[in-house]
């Protein structure tokens, strides 16, 4: 009986009969109203628990259950939360028209409660699957796994010195339910290193939508296994390549199990990639070869690619995989080598790639923001060698988040007044957001102040009351009119958190001027592995206790959700300086942004995009090589910025008291991101670009017993086969001036070894130089785009005649589309009607 818990829970009052059904669906995670009910019960109990619905009800004291019960307020309050609930799960009710989307990850962050995330990756899959909670034709669930550990809660001492502390879980107190299926705990099998790996299902209902989580810990595994699920991205080589085993083999199975039938599958960083060999051996067992069933399975698959580095991609030993997936392969039915080829990266052959599996295993791949997709293009090039990365199948959907999470709940009750309710269907609109700028400034910016008033009770642990009170003593809720800057995300080195204290003297002049002072806060975790991030927050714990620094730089301790929601919308500057292009999108200032805080960031990831030249500042990174000199002249950039553009228009007042300028430029920043980087557009770009896309793709290779995959799996080894001796050869020469209203006409002769002319596309490709086309990508998204100008691409056409070497006569007849001066190229590459993308071979030749 030593140290063994009891728990002695209350009744709850018939009246208050369904607050359990309010704590037990992640509505609550973005419905405030919701929330307060349960904090209203006891608000210190509320922060002691982190915000647990389902754990306030079990230790709340029974007198307060039934003095709520008896509070007319209270009761209203209930019963329209209730009402609401019912009303959202009422509406949207998928019709069958879109397509079924299953979406694994290996995190989500939904709710600080609910710590089954690390951050920015697992955030933004909670903003999504929100997101597709919201849609009223929602078709969507999603799948991961329950960790008993999740990530790490963080303290940090006086020395500034970070320690981890990881606590166990209890299911009981985390917002999912065991899945039954005729009474019994669903669970699946998967068989790993020799062994049967049994994992147990469980549902955690987000809105509308139902998110599967699996675990390990059952009586039926041995120690080892049962703790793969026991700690997110914890555990050896072996730990993590057993956790994605049972992500990606096992949640598929649990799909099954239930029944469901998803129309594509959405693979959201390469964690879940093993779900592509799960797919391939169903296939297989349809009786398809090899090289049909990939391409059936390639074709209904989306990969999303967060990692802007090489180093980011999982990537495991050979001899590991041959140990944990012997069984498997051995079912699969084909050699070894076939499916290790799968994953063979050529600039490390010796290792199974994730991402690898992942591109080879999906024809839909994208990057999560405009300069992502490009850093993506050109990192994973070697995929398609013969095509240029900005030609390759990698295209790009930007990043955004879920606005109903992370807007204050003033500025929601604002938005009401101002604008009216529907503002919440309009979020992809920018003409309804333009009506912000007839909101007069005056109730504008007192709305603001009010919410950072409302955001200035910021915890210290590890002070003395007096060294509190002396840290803080600038965030005084009744005075909120000090400048306060921002700055929380991972502590990894690219990031660069202590960029500016690189000229520690300016940074205190600044900070420290009576007459316009500035208040620096900071949060972040460092991985427990990464010794030059743990670095990093020693350095800026122990400057926030020097005397030059003291109460103008604060450090926060365990960033998580709540402490998010708190900064982005309590600050008035928003910072984010990371190394470009290493910032994949980044989320943290769009959140910043709707609430109408203003960013001062790099521009990089999101920022490249939501940039508008007045609704915020954007620093262009340095164009140098050397480290030291890059980081000198953007601390530079920043610190100049700071002093000569933001101080003075903060602290500019007008007439009434407020900075009108200042007001101006927060307006544009609410105007210009909410609808452009809300999650209902990403969604809506996503179902557009690649969903649907891959849903039809599927249809066509599926169709008449998968004849469309079998002819096309035979195409590409014919094509493959013969391409080595293919050749272009230019018949007569492009004239260097054409008179507008002149015909271009050029013939080549192709040796196509074997290939049929149908089997190959020819191409006069001509970009313009002058005037100067402007070839970057629209912001937003890659897909659905109309063809760039100052790009003009014109196709051959076969004619019955041979040159003398029997290769086959290609002519172009065109009429030039526009005046200037072009840089011309003809190429040829194999093609096929039913190829996902024309360059998806990766085989190309120019003249």
């Not at 009576?514 to 010794?531: C, I, M, N, T, Y």
């Not at 002149?742 to 130089?769: H, I, K, Q, S, Y």
């Amino acid at each position: 009986m030593r140290n063994s818990l009891l728990e002695v829970t209350p009744v709850i009052p018939t009246s208050l009969s369904r607050l359990p059904e309010l704590a037990a669906n992640l509505f609550f995670s973005w419905h405030r109203p919701t929330r307060a009910l349960f904090e209203d019960l006891d608000p210190e109990l509320w922060k002691q628990t982190n915000g647990n619905p389902r754990l306030v009800l079990r230790c709340v004291n029974q007198g307060t259950l039934e003095r709520c019960a008896r509070d007319e307020l209270y009761l209203a309050r209930y019963h329209l939360a209730l009402e609401t609930l019912e009303a959202y799960l009422r509406v949207g009710a998928p019709t069958g028209e879109e397509p079924l989307v299953a979406y694994f990850c290996a995190e989500y962050g939904f709710h600080e409660s609910f710590p089954i995330y690390s951050g920015g990756l697992g955030v933004l899959a909670g903003d999504y699957c929100k997101a597709a909670s919201d849609g009223r034709a929602a078709n969507f669930v999603a799948v991961g796994l329950l960790y008993e550990q999740g990530y790490f809660t963080q303290t940090v001492d006086n020395d500034g010195v970070q320690h981890a502390e990881y606590r166990e879980r209890d299911p009981r107190d985390l917002p999912v339910e065991p899945v039954r299926k005729s009474g019994e705990w669903l669970k699946v099998a998967v068989r790993i290193a020799g062994r049967e790996v049994i994992a147990r299902l469980w549902k955690a209902q987000v809105g509308r939508v139902p998110v599967y989580l699996l675990d390990t810990n059952c009586a039926e595994n041995i120690p080892s296994d049962r703790d793969i699920t026991h700690r997110l991205y914890g555990g050896d080589e072996s730990t993590r390549v057993r956790q994605e085993m049972i992500l990606g083999i096992g949640g598929l199975r649990a799909l099954r199990a239930l029944g469901v039938q998803p129309g594509v599958w959405h693979l959201n960083e390469g964690h879940a990639a093993f779900l592509i060999l799960e797919l391939l051996r169903e296939h297989l067992a349809q009786g398809l070869p090899f090289n049909a069933a990939l391409e059936a399975v390639a074709a209904g698959c989306v990969f999303t690619t967060h990692t802007p580095v090489a180093a980011g991609h999982d990537a495991f030993g050979l001899e590991l995989m041959v140990a944990h997936f012997g069984d498997f392969v051995r079912e699969l039915g084909v050699p070894v080598e076939r499916v290790l080829e799968l994953a063979r990266s050529p600039s490390a052959p010796g290792l199974f790639n994730m991402t690898r599996l992942a591109l080879n295993g999906t024809r839909h791949v994208n990057g999560v923001s405009r300069i992502h997709g490009a850093v993506s293009a050109r990192l994973c090039a070697d995929q398609w060698p013969e095509v240029r990365p900005e030609d390759n199948p990698v295209g790009f959907v930007t990043n955004g988040v879920h606005v109903p999470t992370f807007l204050h709940q003033t500025w929601m009750d604002f938005f009401d007044r101002e604008l009216g309710r529907e503002w919440r269907e309009r979020l992809r609109d920018p003409e309804f957001w333009s009506a912000l700028e007839r909101v007069p400034d005056e109730r504008y910016w007192a709305t603001a102040q009010e919410v950072k008033r409302l955001q200035r009770e910021y915890e210290r642990k590890g002070l003395s009351p007096a060294q509190l009170r002396h840290v803080t003593r600038f965030l005084d809720p009744q005075r909120p009119g000090v400048l306060t800057l921002g700055f929380a995300r991972r502590f990894a080195t690219y990031k660069r958190a202590t960029l500016l204290l690189r000229d520690r003297a300016r940074l205190a002049r600044l900070v420290n001027n009576p007459e316009r002072p500035v208040v620096l806060l900071f949060a972040g975790k460092a991985h427990p592995a990464d010794e030059p991030g743990k670095h990093v927050l020693r350095e800026l714990r122990q400057l926030m206790m020097s005397q030059e620094f003291m109460g103008r730089i604060i450090f926060l301790e365990d960033y998580d959700l709540q402490l998010a929601r708190s900064l982005v919308s309590g600050v008035d500057v928003w910072l984010n300086n990371p190394i470009a292009p290493l910032e994949a999108s980044g989320t943290s200032g769009i959140k910043a942004a709707i609430n109408g805080r203003l960013n001062l960031s790099i521009l990089d990831g999101w920022w490249a995009e939501g940039w508008m030249q007045d609704n915020g500042w954007g620093i262009p990174p340095a164009n140098v090589q050397d480290p030291e000199r890059r980081d000198a002249l953007e601390a530079e950039l920043i610190l100049g910025t700071l002093e000569e553009e933001v101080l003075p228009l903060y602290y500019a007042r007008d007439e009434g008291g407020y900075p009108g300028a200042w007001v101006k430029r927060s307006k544009r920043a609410m105007m210009t991101v909410i609808p452009g980087f809300n999650m209902r557009r990403v969604l809506f770009d996503y179902t557009r670009g690649l969903y649907q896309p891959a849903v039809a793709q599927y249809r066509r290779l599926a169709a008449n017993a998968f004849s469309g995959a079998r002819t096309l799996a035979d195409w590409k080894t014919r094509a493959r086969q013969a391409w080595s001796k293919v050749s272009l050869k230019q018949l007569t020469d492009v004239a260097r001036d054409l008179p507008r209203g002149e015909r271009l006409r050029l013939r080549v002769a192709a040796g196509l070894n074997g290939l049929a002319p149908a089997d190959v596309r020819v191409e006069f490709v001509a970009r313009r130089l002058l005037p100067e086309a402007d070839l970057v990508p629209p912001a937003l998204s890659s897909y659905g785009q109309p063809p760039r100008a100052g790009v003009w691409h014109a196709a051959f056409s076969a004619t019955e005649e041979q040159d003398t070497d029997g290769a086959v006569i290609f002519a172009l007849d065109v009429e030039p589309q526009e005046c200037g001066q072009f840089r011309t190229e003809v190429r040829i590459y194999p093609w096929h009607e039913l190829l996902s993308h024309p360059y998806e071979l990766g085989l190309m030749k120019w003249l």
